[in-house]
């Protein structure tokens, strides 16, 4: 009798069983998959986050920036018109301009007082205006209709502690509150809306026209001419979504592609008896590739009724961040669909590799448990080589930071995509020389997980592609962030920290971009410093320093906008004492002192003082610089201990320059430093006592600074990463679990099986570190090639370094205390 085992079957559409043998293994598969889903239960975690991210991501995307750029100022008009209260002849101005251009919208606006840095206004509005209805909209109550009446933002009522129906008393006169109203293009606008004709003295008014004037000519006096700025019309956010929606599906698809193999390895031996039944490798094959359609078509129903519940829980707080209106509806559903559909193309593809490669092998072999032979890392890594070439062109000519869409943004978009797909190509090989690299001289535990990625390179080639995906993300979203703040003249971030409070004096302008003025009187500045004082003891405050200006400002020359934005104080002793810089560390002929990293080696940088801020005004002088303006070549010395944020001291100007230039200077405010941040109730203490005495105060804002940003960035991109290690190294591990018995067997302690399981985690890490970054790098190095400093010079080093060194140690020490339990006694392969 003999006992050789036959071929499978021809797979023609006659011998493999027709549509009754696809049904039977159609449900074969189901019910492998209900008996098998926790097996599956990462990739269908995995596949379930991609949709839901997908769809939370379409939906923030498309309704982060407003849906015109210009109504948050120019509701639907082509221009406007701002016309100074101060004009005496308003009303008659107002109608000559409205006979002049026909159809307007005239919005009057009356400064009012309330002790805040940002500005409340008094605003008469016609609600059917016809430009202004953008600027305009009512969330509860109704409009005013009359004398008498108001409506108002919530953050005004919440300031004056009324609301709805209530009755509020502003400048000797009384209000009956009818609604609470908003500018939907612009939720960070305060204001109290009155009915047209309403504001007795408005201090500016704003007239909208649906045409663009020709000239300015026969306007007012002192009236200014705006128009509304072209809009940008570049790829649409849900395009870009849906780009990085299909890179998000080859990542995730190349994790689900080895959580496949494993499950078609342990299914090995069964599919070998189903084939010695009769099977066809098609049949053998669409066990696989249905058991992946199931797990897609789960996996994209739960995503996206995650996806949805999410929108529906974030939009209202996407509103308050983006200051303007959100309409939870407003998605893009063909894109939204398309990526719900690739999950489900993405679950299939990725069943049906390790599908193929299982049907291939011969059927003695499956009985057996013996996995296929891997196959050679250089047949990828060829193409991945040429793809990644491809993408590091198309980034090469996409323009830039000059790009202006179009064309440019399918330059990068196209590159990105072959960039990252060439990477996912190249992975194997990289594997492949870290084991040749590792030499006989390699400790035996890292010469056998070494070992184990090289043979079963299919997982440790899709996790170190996954794993690579997530550093590049996390490196180039820290370096597109680190040149918005690399403009040192133009600063930005963090305007204070949360436990910073800022109070400026009635001189200093209400904010915190000084004008000065006449100073307080002795008595003035004495009761002031006295309810500072109060108000610093009852926040249980370290310590109050008083801040002082002068007429003094830095530019740079040349054309643009290279004045320096924000305030310079004054190196008064009390200031250097407070943040411990001794008047030694201070070098000779230092004009000004500063903790913005860079201010101090740009070059071509003016001083200005004295005339230019008296009066004379006009663009910044250029050097030789006019006696009494403006002084050439100051000394600027960075001090890092000074503070850091846009609004706090964080450029002074000694007190030698000043004398030397015989600069007066003038009490500009205090800051207050708490030991916790403040409370909502102790902001509004200080509001009131701001109020009552006619200064203002600044706290924490919600803009976030470079840190911030690339921290968080660098933490997602290494808790991405250490999913996928872990998932990986316990798909590598669970495969090698009868090879780990032997090991035991043969006398191996839990401190091996921990090197081996380290080993692993740590090597992928790493390479998955330096090919993600290094990936990053090229790529950003290609697209702003022309602007190298500028891409480049900000970047914060230590979030590198995390990401380079962190990750590795991390993975291993993970993979060394997660590991080293003894396997339990040698056991029989269950036959499924």
Same mark, same amino acid.
């Given at each position: 009798?003999?006992?050789?085992?036959?071929?499978?079957?021809? $797979?023609?559409?006659?011998?493999?069983?027709?549509?009754?043998?696809?049904?039977?293994?159609?449900?074969?598969?189901?019910?492998?998959?209900?008996?098998?889903?926790?097996?599956?239960?990462?990739?269908?975690?995995?596949?379930?986050?991609?949709?839901?991210?997908?769809?939370?991501?379409?939906?923030?995307? #498309?309704? #982060?920036?407003?849906?015109?750029?210009?109504?948050?100022?120019?509701?639907?008009?082509?221009?406007?018109?701002?016309?100074?209260?101060?004009?005496?002849?308003?009303?008659?101005?107002?109608?000559?301009?409205?006979?002049?251009?026909?159809?307007?919208?005239?919005?009057?606006?009356?400064?009012?007082?309330?002790?805040?840095?940002?500005?409340?206004?008094?605003?008469?509005?016609?609600?059917?205006?016809?430009?202004?209805?953008?600027?305009?909209?009512?969330?509860?109550?109704?409009?005013?209709?009359?004398?008498?009446?108001?409506?108002?933002?919530?953050?005004?009522?919440?300031?004056?502690?009324?609301?709805?129906?209530?009755?509020?008393?502003?400048?000797?006169?009384?209000?009956?509150?009818?609604?609470?109203?908003?500018?939907?293009?612009?939720?960070?606008?305060?204001?109290?809306?009155?009915?047209?004709?309403?504001?007795?003295?408005?201090?500016?008014? $704003?007239?909208?026209?649906?045409?663009?004037?020709?000239?300015?000519?026969?306007?007012?006096?002192?009236?200014?001419?705006?128009?509304?700025?072209?809009?940008?019309?570049?790829?649409?956010?849900?395009?870009?979504?849906?780009?990085?929606?299909?890179?998000?599906?080859?990542?995730?698809?190349?994790?689900?592609?080895?959580?496949?193999?494993?499950?078609?390895?342990?299914?090995?031996?069964?599919?070998?008896?189903?084939?010695?039944?009769?099977?066809?490798?098609?049949?053998?094959?669409?066990?696989?590739?249905?058991?992946?359609?199931?797990?897609?078509?789960?996996? #994209?129903?739960?995503?996206?009724?995650?996806?949805?519940?999410?929108?529906?829980?974030?939009?209202?707080?996407?509103?308050?961040?983006?200051?303007?209106?959100?309409?939870?509806?407003?998605?893009?559903?063909?894109?939204?669909?398309?990526?719900?559909?690739?999950?489900?193309?993405?679950?299939?593809?990725?069943?049906?590799?390790?599908?193929?490669?299982?049907?291939?092998?011969?059927?003695?072999?499956?009985?057996?448990?013996?996995?296929?032979?891997?196959?050679?890392?250089?047949?990828?890594?060829?193409?991945?080589?040429?793809?990644?070439?491809?993408?590091?062109?198309?980034?090469?000519?996409?323009?830039?930071?000059?790009?202006?869409?179009?064309?440019?943004?399918?330059?990068?978009?196209?590159?990105?995509?072959?960039?990252?797909?060439?990477?996912?190509?190249?992975?194997?090989?990289?594997?492949?020389?870290?084991?040749?690299?590792?030499?006989?001289?390699?400790?035996?535990?890292?010469?056998?997980?070494?070992?184990?990625?090289?043979?079963?390179?299919?997982?440790?080639?899709?996790?170190?592609?996954?794993?690579?995906?997530?550093?590049?993300?996390?490196?180039?979203?820290?370096?597109?962030?680190?040149?918005?703040?690399?403009?040192?003249?133009?600063?930005?971030?963090?305007?204070?920290?949360?436990?910073?409070?800022?109070?400026?004096?009635?001189?200093?302008?209400?904010?915190?971009?000084?004008?000065?003025?006449?100073?307080?009187?002795?008595?003035?500045?004495?009761?002031?410093?006295?309810?500072?004082?109060? @108000?610093?003891?009852?926040?249980?405050?370290?310590?109050?320093?008083?801040?002082?200006?002068?007429?003094?400002?830095?530019?740079?020359?040349?054309?643009?906008?290279?004045?320096?934005?924000?305030?310079?104080?004054?190196?008064?002793?009390?200031?250097?004492?407070?943040?411990?810089?001794?008047?030694?560390?201070?070098?000779?002929?230092?004009?000004?002192?500063?903790?913005?990293?860079?201010?101090?080696?740009?070059?071509?940088?003016?001083?200005?003082?004295?005339?230019?801020?008296?009066?004379?005004?006009?663009?910044?002088?250029?050097?030789?610089?006019?006696?009494?303006?403006?002084?050439?070549?100051?000394?600027?010395?960075?001090?890092?201990?000074?503070?850091?944020?846009?609004?706090?001291?964080?450029?002074?100007?000694?007190?030698?320059?000043?004398?030397?230039?015989?600069?007066?200077?003038?009490?500009?405010?205090?800051?207050?430093?708490?030991?916790?941040?403040?409370?909502?109730?102790?902001?509004?203490?200080?509001?009131?006592?701001?109020?009552?005495?006619?200064?203002?105060?600044?706290?924490?804002?919600?803009?976030?600074?470079?840190?911030?940003?690339?921290?968080?960035?660098?933490?997602?991109?290494?808790?991405?990463?250490?999913?996928?290690?872990?998932?990986?190294?316990?798909?590598?591990?669970?495969?090698?679990?009868?090879?780990?018995?032997?090991?035991?067997?043969?006398?191996?302690?839990?401190?091996?099986?921990?090197?081996?399981?380290?080993?692993?985690?740590?090597?992928?890490?790493? @390479?998955?570190?330096?090919?993600?970054?290094?990936?990053?790098?090229?790529?950003?190095?290609?697209?702003?090639?022309?602007?190298?400093?500028?891409?480049?010079?900000?970047?914060?080093?230590?979030?590198?370094?995390?990401?380079?060194?962190?990750?590795?140690?991390?993975?291993?020490?993970?993979?060394?205390?997660?590991?080293?339990?003894?396997?339990?006694?040698?056991?029989?392969?269950?036959?499924?």
């Amino acid at each position: 009798m003999s006992t050789a085992v036959r071929d499978r079957p021809a $797979t023609d559409g006659i011998t493999d069983g027709g549509i009754p043998a696809r049904q039977a293994v159609i449900r074969w598969a189901l019910r492998l998959f209900r008996r098998e889903w926790r097996q599956q239960i990462l990739v269908l975690a995995m596949l379930t986050v991609a949709v839901a991210t997908m769809i939370l991501g379409a939906a923030v995307a #498309t309704n #982060t920036p407003p849906a015109s750029p210009n109504a948050a100022i120019f509701g639907t008009a082509k221009a406007l018109i701002s016309v100074p209260g101060t004009d005496p002849h308003l009303a008659a101005d107002i109608a000559a301009i409205r006979a002049r251009y026909g159809t307007v919208d005239v919005i009057e606006n009356q400064s009012l007082a309330t002790g805040l840095a940002a500005g409340v206004e008094l605003r008469a509005q016609d609600p059917s205006g016809p430009y202004g209805g953008p600027l305009l909209s009512l969330v509860s109550g109704h409009y005013p209709s009359g004398p008498g009446q108001v409506a108002m933002t919530s953050q005004v009522a919440s300031i004056y502690n009324v609301h709805t129906g209530g009755v509020w008393h502003e400048g000797g006169k009384t209000w009956r509150v009818t609604g609470i109203v908003q500018n939907p293009a612009n939720l960070l606008d305060q204001f109290a809306l009155v009915a047209p004709g309403q504001v007795s003295a408005p201090s500016q008014a $704003t007239i909208l026209l649906g045409t663009r004037p020709a000239s300015s000519s026969g306007l007012p006096p002192g009236a200014v001419v705006s128009d509304a700025p072209a809009t940008f019309k570049g790829l649409s956010p849900a395009v870009i979504v849906l780009v990085v929606a299909v890179l998000g599906m080859v990542f995730i698809g190349l994790v689900a592609a080895a959580g496949f193999a494993v499950m078609a390895q342990r299914r090995l031996r069964a599919l070998g008896m189903l084939s010695a039944l009769g099977a066809t490798e098609r049949n053998v094959q669409l066990v696989m590739v249905a058991g992946g359609a199931i797990v897609g078509v789960v996996a #994209t129903i739960a995503g996206a009724v995650i996806g949805f519940g999410a929108w529906m829980l974030y939009y209202p707080h996407l509103a308050t961040v983006t200051a303007h209106t959100v309409d939870p509806a407003n998605l893009p559903w063909l894109a939204i669909i398309i990526g719900m559909a690739l999950a489900v193309l993405t679950a299939i593809l990725a069943a049906r590799r390790p599908a193929a490669v299982v049907a291939r092998v011969p059927v003695v072999a499956a009985l057996s448990g013996r996995p296929p032979s891997p196959k050679g890392a250089h047949r990828a890594a060829r193409p991945g080589l040429i793809t990644m070439a491809a993408g590091l062109v198309l980034l090469a000519f996409s323009g830039g930071w000059a790009g202006n869409g179009g064309k440019d943004s399918l330059f990068l978009l196209g590159g990105l995509v072959a960039v990252v797909v060439g990477s996912f190509l190249v992975a194997p090989l990289c594997v492949a020389l870290l084991a040749a690299a590792a030499g006989p001289r390699a400790p035996v535990a890292a010469r056998i997980a070494l070992r184990d990625l090289v043979r079963y390179r299919a997982r440790s080639g899709a996790a170190l592609a996954a794993t690579s995906f997530a550093v590049f993300l996390a490196v180039l979203i820290t370096i597109i962030a680190s040149v918005r703040f690399s403009n040192v003249l133009d600063y930005t971030g963090a305007n204070l920290t949360p436990s910073q409070l800022m109070v400026y004096t009635p001189t200093s302008g209400g904010g915190p971009g000084l004008t000065l003025g006449q100073s307080l009187t002795p008595a003035q500045t004495s009761s002031l410093h006295a309810k500072v004082d109060s @108000l610093a003891h009852s926040l249980h405050a370290q310590y109050v320093l008083a801040l002082y200006g002068s007429s003094v400002g830095l530019t740079q020359e040349g054309t643009g906008n290279n004045n320096f934005s924000g305030t310079i104080y004054v190196a008064t002793p009390a200031l250097l004492r407070t943040y411990g810089i001794k008047p030694s560390q201070i070098e000779p002929g230092a004009d000004f002192l500063t903790s913005r990293p860079g201010l101090a080696g740009l070059p071509r940088m003016l001083m200005l003082y004295g005339n230019f801020f008296g009066g004379k005004g006009g663009p910044p002088p250029s050097a030789p610089c006019p006696a009494g303006q403006c002084l050439a070549h100051p000394r600027i010395q960075e001090m890092p201990s000074l503070p850091t944020g846009v609004h706090a001291p964080n450029t002074v100007v000694t007190m030698a320059a000043l004398q030397r230039l015989h600069q007066p200077v003038t009490l500009a405010g205090w800051m207050i430093q708490t030991p916790r941040p403040l409370t909502q109730a102790q902001i509004s203490a200080a509001r009131q006592m701001a109020l009552t005495s006619g200064a203002t105060i600044e706290t924490k804002s919600a803009q976030l600074g470079l840190s911030q940003i690339s921290n968080g960035a660098t933490a997602i991109g290494i808790l991405i990463a250490l999913g996928v290690l872990a998932m990986t190294v316990g798909l590598i591990r669970s495969e090698t679990a009868g090879e780990l018995r032997t090991l035991t067997a043969t006398g191996a302690g839990g401190r091996t099986r921990r090197m081996i399981t380290a080993a692993t985690a740590g090597a992928l890490a790493l @390479l998955g570190a330096l090919l993600g970054t290094v990936t990053a790098v090229a790529a950003a190095l290609a697209w702003a090639r022309s602007s190298l400093s500028t891409t480049f010079g900000n970047v914060p080093g230590l979030d590198m370094v995390i990401i380079l060194a962190g990750l590795p140690l991390i993975a291993a020490v993970g993979g060394w205390l997660l590991a080293g339990r003894q396997p339990p006694a040698i056991a029989r392969q269950p036959l499924e």
